[in-house]
């Protein structure tokens, strides 16, 4: 299988920082890789597809880069909406698997 | 719009069977595969597996294999996951997601406790 590593596990900053989260791939998925926001309670969101395309409504502040086994989720200045925590996932080999997550808090 | 109707919270005790119904709208049924992804207490999330619509075609993450069934009703685009032998383990919130995860049903707690 697959391993997604995601770093850090958690962070905190305050609104309007920049922020980047990092997902590690244990072999290369070319660009299969999405990332996803959660809200307690709530079921995870689609943010970001085939690593940097960013979903419909999903604010500009959020995007995504990288290709391979390195893959970045960058949110250029943090809003009070924005606190959550953030998945990876890879969808280039059976089975799909996510990364740990980064919880994302308020400092 | 895309939208995932989940069935209610269950309670089952050990050793029973759980099926969680998924009921979708607004894009054509059989474009999409389904999956399943469940997030246990605090924990986090795990792909389940997968089903095409159009055939019934099903993956399987290995830890459920043998436990874990995966059906479709075309007639009602709903998708279904059985879980089988329950343990505690499997207390959880299960979702059902379309196409490459871009939308999510609203999650269903499966309960199991004796």
């Known amino acids: 299988d697959i391993q997604m590593t995601q770093s850090p596990s958690s962070l905190s900053a305050s609104v309007g920082d920049r922020v980047t989260i990092t997902c590690r791939a244990s072999q290369g998925i070319s660009n299969y890789l999405a990332w996803f926001q959660q809200k307690p309670g709530k079921a995870p969101k689609s943010l970001i597809s085939v690593a940097s395309s960013l979903q419909n409504g999903v604010p500009s502040r959020f995007s995504g880069s990288g290709s391979g086994t390195d893959f970045t989720l960058t949110i250029s200045s943090l809003q009070p909406d924005d606190f959550a925590t953030y998945y990876c996932l890879q969808y280039s080999t059976s089975p799909i698997t996510f990364g740990q997550g980064t919880r994302l808090g308020i400092k | ?114």
Request: charged residues 15%.
């Open chain 2, 1 to 114: 719009q895309v939208q995932l109707v989940q069935s209610g919270a269950e309670v089952k005790k050990p050793g029973a069977s759980v099926k969680v119904s998924c009921k979708a709208s607004g894009y054509t049924f059989t474009s999409h595969d389904m999956h399943w992804v469940r997030q246990a207490p605090g924990q986090g999330l795990a792909w389940m597996g997968r089903i095409d619509p159009r055939g019934g075609s099903t993956t399987y993450a290995q830890q459920f294999q043998g436990r874990v069934t995966m059906t479709r009703d075309t007639s009602t685009s709903t998708v279904y996951m059985e879980l089988t032998s329950l343990k505690s383990e499997d207390t959880a919130v299960y979702y059902c997601a379309a196409g490459r995860l871009d939308h999510w049903g609203q999650g269903t707690l499966v309960t199991v406790s004796s």
